[in-house]
């Protein structure tokens, strides 16, 4: 398995490790709820190191994105970042990235998800390679970079503590570059969790003092380090897709809930034509947030999920909310059986158990 440059401190910090994706990564330190309550209430510390990235560079590397990306990044000013998909030419989903565009306003960075990293990387070199007409460059930064992850309500402070610049007027998906404990950083602030924070990327072999310096300045504030199993449980509080679960090669962006994030008045990009023909034919499915109305057991990633009966569609994902304590899940069903209050069974073991459809996200910040 490989391992990120602060594998040997979690094994120090007692988190239990687990293969996720080929990569040696902490699941769980003091326990899912606690880590879980902790973001949610004081400020959580999460290595994300296995994250793939790529760096974007040439006189067309904003032609090149939005030819491989479902979203205009036309629109990004320097240190603006914007959400997007990768599509294959049949509209299904390769993986959902964020493009930031450097501060400087010279080229782009990419983050990609761990578990994708590899067949991410060849695909864009492989478009990059098929559209000589373009001059672009596609480096795969992963093993040079470092990512770690604050987040929480008392992140803001913890982080003004050691950021050699002030980075709290910095606006939801931004990018700028900062020093943490003397390391030059590039700091984002997007987040996975519902909550506020920042991302810092760094070289790989810095990571180890930004997360101690993270770590002491937020000692006395209640930081503590989250390991993945609190991160799922907190992305989907806040509704926010996870790949293999939401979305996968097989599941186009309308369906998965994300056509937000498809901008088809452009110029073309990879699975534009067949989603313009979904636009076309209209959108049958519809992925749902529902709770749990009666006692049976946790949904779980794909339940079949029945209306009187007939299979209607699937769980994508599901948990026992730490937050709300009620059993949660998104789901995706035919359209016709979706709406708020509409009532669905989902299978559990074998056996129908009721559930209620409900507005998401499931959880937000300040609301």
Not at 125 to 145: F, I, P, Y
Not at 348 to 367: C, D, L, N, S, W
Request: glycine letters at 12%; proline letters at 4%.
């Amino acid at each position: 398995m490989k391992k990120t440059a602060l594998a040997e401190k979690h094994e120090q910090l007692g988190a239990r490790m687990v293969d996720f994706a080929g990569w040696y990564m902490p699941v769980q330190y003091s326990g899912i709820i606690e880590e879980h309550r902790t973001v949610r209430t004081a400020a959580g510390l999460f290595d994300l190191g296995h994250m793939g990235q790529v760096g974007v560079t040439g006189a067309d590397a904003l032609t090149f994105l939005n030819y491989i990306g479902s979203n205009d990044a036309s629109v990004l000013a320097p240190g603006q970042a914007i959400y997007s998909l990768m599509l294959n030419p049949t509209g299904g989903v390769i993986d959902d990235i964020i493009i930031y565009r450097n501060p400087s306003g010279v080229g782009y960075f990419v983050v990609i998800n761990a578990s994708n990293t590899d067949k991410d990387v060849s695909w864009l070199q492989e478009q990059a390679g098929k559209r000589n007409d373009l001059a672009v460059q596609v480096d795969h930064l992963s093993d040079t970079m470092g990512m770690i992850a604050i987040q929480g309500p008392n992140a803001a402070s913890i982080v003004a503590k050691l950021s050699s610049v002030d980075l709290s007027d910095m606006e939801s998906f931004s990018m700028r570059e900062t020093q943490i404990a003397d390391v030059t950083c590039m700091a984002g602030r997007t987040g996975y969790t519902g909550e506020d924070g920042w991302e810092f990327y760094c070289p790989v072999d810095d990571s180890a003092q930004v997360w101690d310096a993270l770590m002491a300045a937020g000692q006395d504030e209640g930081l503590r380090p989250i390991g993945l199993g609190a991160r799922d449980t907190l992305r989907l509080e806040a509704r926010m897709p996870l790949y293999g679960n939401e979305m996968n090669d097989e599941i186009n962006p309308y369906d998965a809930g994300l056509g937000w994030a498809v901008k088809l008045d452009r110029d073309d990009f990879v699975g534009r034509d067949a989603l313009l023909a979904v636009r076309e034919r209209g959108v049958n499915k519809r992925t749902v947030g529902f709770k749990m109305v009666e006692r049976g057991g946790v949904p779980r990633s794909h339940y079949e999920v029945q209306v009187d009966g007939k299979v209607v569609g699937f769980v994508t994902s599901g948990t026992a909310s730490p937050t709300l304590g009620e059993n949660i899940g998104l789901a995706m069903i035919d359209k016709a059986y979706a709406g708020v209050g509409k009532p669905l069974d989902i299978m559990v073991r074998g056996k129908a158990v009721r559930a209620e459809q409900i507005k998401t996200p499931f959880y937000k910040r300040g609301a």
